[in-house]
């Protein structure tokens, strides 16, 4: 029986509104961590997700269910509101 297999590799950034300094080291790992299980959530891999203080790069494996703007839509929904419930009340990721 045929079956379709797929290695979607994407790089993605997020910057900080405004590029302010909000991704503070208390909880830098705990938002890299969380990142990581919204990727795993939807069926992904999360091969590396690190940053700086005002931006976050992740690269991940993907299955071809979704597509990388869903990804991204679902990825800074959750870890904002993660972010400003348990960290930081202003916290959010650019727009666009």
Do not use: C
């Amino acid at each position: 029986m045929p079956h379709t297999s797929g290695n979607i590799l994407l790089h993605f950034i997020f910057a900080t509104q405004g590029r302010r300094p909000s991704i503070k080291p208390a909880f830098r790992d705990d938002l890299f961590a969380y990142l990581g299980g919204i990727v795993r959530e939807m069926n992904g891999t999360a091969l590396n997700i690190n940053g700086a203080n005002d931006h976050v790069h992740m690269l991940i494996r993907v299955r071809p269910a979704h597509s990388a703007s869903e990804i991204a839509r679902v990825v800074k929904a959750n870890s904002s509101r993660w972010a400003r419930q348990k960290h930081l009340a202003e916290f959010a990721w650019q727009t666009g």
